[in-house]
Structures are given as structure tokens and as C-alpha cells.
């Protein structure tokens, strides 16, 4: 989850986020993001600290938030939730409408529950229900997350073949292309005749390029942002599925002596729109990023009250988590695609020293 965006006493320095008194952040990231999620429920006690540090959380300036999972009691007790949203409760997007693009889907469903109690054999084991106790929980999310408006400027079908003579600015004058080869008395490359590169110029390596790139599909109106800015629009939606797994043993051996064992999981698969790059290709078979992103943490703690003043804890942890990028559709970004449907470039071209192939 991130956590950037917190702020404490007008400071959005974070020192921490531990859970059970051990770190839950990728430090390799600033402090964004956490290992793991514990869910709501899961969630025993919360103490957000903004200044006056003990030694052991003076890591940054900041806040820092602290929270304590649920132990299971004598007692069973559960709980179980599912929250539902959909866009047919939503007004379609005011950009939208302006440029005529439909509402994006939008959806969430998240759902869980917990259950924690005593761990007993009736007449053989913990009969009293005074040693041994579970918790545990689980929170599973599905959502449609809609993106923002995309907007750009794509290669007309008349630029992939070099003629800009219907290339404009935002002010609607004519781009002109220069040659470089061909200069004026002061050593300024003039325009191409009717601003148009003729064929035996242009490098079949670079033309293939732009078949990354679509076609545009709209033309915006006068008095929009976009008018003679972009040709190009997107919106879509893609998924975000995740789910956080707590359980948590504890473990009373004597009464100066106890126990307990915590485990943490999330799993979480994030479909990025239009983030790898700019060719914005749509949301379905597109230049689209798989983002999988699962952590977990372990931890162990052991604590013997010696007298009432001398306490002895002992904690081992280990809290990670995994960052990966793959494409949607592979195909995509294949180096065939710049063959496209006449071939390889043309023979004998050098290829773009900016674009190697090796």
C-alpha cells in the first residue's frame, strides 16, 4: 500500500509503519510502500506517534504508526464483511462527455472475515483454554480501477509516409520540416518542397518504428484543451486483484513465559494502463504492464518475566517483498512488429544508432 501521501503535524516524513513492533516498509522505495497489509479486522491496536521518539523509532523525521494484530481468546469470535461498488452508481466523467468517451467501468468488491479462539482438545488438551490460541483472517479485494483520460499525438497516416503539408501547431500555422542537407546562404536548413520528405529520404527502420504507435481515432473541437493539440484518446479500466492472509498463534507456557507466532501475506497482481510507455495501444491487448507485487512477513517472539522489573523479549522477524513488471501482451513490443505487413526495412538501411539491435 502506499503511504506517501500521509502527513503528520504538517510533515510528510514517515519514520515508520511497524507492525508488532517490527518494520513493514520497503525502505528501498522511501518508505512508500508496506510489505504487507494486515486487514482491519485483523487489527488489534493502533498508536500513531508524531514526535518524542524512543531510541527504537528514531529512524526518519516524521510520523510514525504502529499497530498490534489480534490474539485469540478464550472465547471464539469471528467476524465477516463484503463491500460492493459499481459504476452504474456513478455520473460519467465530465472529460468524458466533452470528448464522447463512455463511462469507464469501475468496480469494487472486497470481502473477508476472522476467527480466533482457543486451540483445545476437550479432556486431553489445554482444557482450560489458558495456553493456546489462534487468530486468523483473511481480506480478498477484486476491482476494476478506472484511469485517467490519455491524451496524445499520434503520427497521421499522411506523416508515416512523410508528408506534413497538413501538420499544424496549436496556433494552426504549418510546421515546417527542414532539410538538412539543403541550407541557405546563412546556413539554415530550409523546408522540404510542400513540407513534404521525399520517399527515397526516409530510413525503413525508422517508418517500421511507428508501427508501435496507432492511428489516431478522434478529432477534438474547437475550444477544447485538446483542439489542433492531440488526435489520440484512451480511457479504460483494469484489474487489481489482492488478498492479505493473518495468523497468528499464542502460546502461554508458563506464567513467566510466553510465546507467539505471526505470519502475513499479500498477494497482490496490479494491471497498469498506460504506464510502460506512449504508445497507448488501448486497455486490451496493448503495450500494458502486469505489475505483481506480493510481500509477507514472519515473526517469532519469545518474552520471560524474570521479576517485576526485569523483562527479557526476545523477537526474530523477516519481512520482504517482491516487485515485478511483465507485458500484458508480449506481442506487442515484439521486434516483428517492426516488420509490419510489408516485410523486413528496406535492404541495405542502416539501422538508427539509437536503436540497436543486439
Known amino acids: 500500500?502506499?503511504?506517501?501521501?500521509?502527513?503528520?503535524?504538517?510533515?510528510?516524513?514517515?519514520?515508520?509503519?511497524?507492525?508488532?513492533?517490527?518494520?513493514?516498509?520497503d525502505t528501498g522505495c522511501s518508505n512508500c510502500f508496506t510489505h504487507f497489509e494486515p486487514n482491519i479486522d485483523s487489527i488489534g491496536e493502533v498508536k500513531v506517534l508524531t514526535s518524542n521518539y524512543q531510541a527504537e523509532f528514531g529512524r526518519n523525521a516524521g510520523g510514525s504508526i504502529q499497530v498490534v494484530t489480534k490474539s485469540g481468546t478464550q472465547s471464539f469470535h469471528g467476524s465477516g464483511w463484503w463491500t460492493h461498488r459499481h459504476e452504474e452508481f456513478n455520473a460519467n466523467d465530465f472529460f468524458n462527455n466533452v470528448t464522447g468517451l463512455p463511462r469507464s467501468r469501475y468496480r469494487y468488491n472486497i470481502a473477508g472475515w476472522s476467527l480466533g479462539g482457543p486451540v483445545?482438545?476437550?479432556?486431553?488438551?489445554?482444557?482450560?483454554?489458558?495456553?493456546?490460541?489462534?487468530?486468523?483472517?483473511q481480506e480478498y479485494t477484486q476491482q476494476l480501477a478506472t484511469s485517467s483520460n490519455q491524451y496524445r499525438s499520434m503520427p497521421t497516416q499522411l506523416e508515416r509516409t512523410g508528408d506534413f503539408?497538413?501538420?499544424?501547431?496549436?496556433?494552426g500555422q504549418?510546421?515546417?520540416?527542414?532539410?538538412?542537407?539543403?541550407?541557405?546562404?546563412?546556413?539554415?536548413?530550409?523546408?522540404?518542397?510542400?513540407?513534404?520528405?521525399?520517399?527515397?529520404?526516409?530510413?525503413?527502420?525508422?517508418?517500421a518504428m511507428l508501427n508501435f504507435f496507432p492511428l489516431p481515432n478522434t478529432a477534438f473541437l474547437p475550444g477544447t484543451a485538446q483542439y489542433l493539440q492531440d488526435n489520440y484518446q484512451a480511457a479504460g479500466?483494469?484489474?487489481?486483484?489482492?488478498?492479505?492472509?493473518?495468523?497468528?498463534?499464542?502460546?502461554?507456557?508458563?506464567?513467566?513465559?510466553?510465546?507467539?507466532f505471526r505470519w502475513g501475506?499479500?498477494?497482490?497482481?496490479?494491471?497498469?494502463?498506460?504506464?510502460?510507455?506512449?504508445?497507448?495501444?488501448?486497455?486490451?491487448?496493448?503495450?500494458t504492464?502486469?505489475?505483481?507485487?506480493?510481500?509477507?512477513?514472519?515473526?517469532?517472539?519469545?518474552?520471560?518475566?524474570?521479576t517485576p522489573t526485569l523483562v527479557n523479549q526476545f523477537t526474530w522477524s523477516k519481512t520482504l517483498n517482491h516487485w515485478s513488471w511483465f507485458e500484458v501482451d508480449p506481442a506487442a513490443v515484439s521486434r516483428d512488429v517492426l516488420k509490419g505487413t510489408s516485410g523486413t526495412p528496406q535492404s541495405g538501411q542502416a539501422l538508427p544508432s539509437l536503436f540497436p539491435l543486439h
Not at 289 to 306: I, N
Request: aromatic share 10%.
Open 174 to 207: 504549418l510546421i515546417p520540416i527542414s532539410d538538412p542537407l539543403n541550407l541557405n546562404a546563412a546556413g539554415v536548413a530550409t523546408p522540404f518542397p510542400g513540407n513534404v520528405i521525399p520517399a527515397n529520404r526516409i530510413n525503413g527502420w525508422g517508418q
Open 1 to 25: 500500500d502506499l503511504l506517501g501521501g500521509l502527513a503528520f503535524n504538517g510533515s510528510t516524513g514517515l519514520t515508520g509503519f511497524m507492525v508488532d513492533g517490527i518494520p513493514d516498509m
Open 265 to 287: 501475506h499479500d498477494a497482490d497482481d496490479w494491471i497498469e494502463l498506460f504506464q510502460s510507455s506512449q504508445f497507448l495501444k488501448g486497455p486490451t491487448g496493448d503495450i
Open 237 to 260: 479500466s483494469a484489474s487489481h486483484p489482492r488478498r492479505n492472509d493473518i495468523v497468528r498463534l499464542d502460546l502461554n507456557l508458563t506464567q513467566k513465559l510466553t510465546a507467539y
Open 120 to 137: 483445545f482438545i476437550p479432556k486431553h488438551f489445554n482444557i482450560g483454554k489458558t495456553k493456546l490460541f489462534f487468530f486468523a483472517s
Open 289 to 306: 504492464q502486469d505489475h505483481p507485487a506480493p510481500g509477507h512477513g514472519l515473526l517469532a517472539s519469545v518474552t520471560y518475566v524474570a
Open 165 to 171: 503539408s497538413q501538420s499544424v501547431n496549436s496556433g
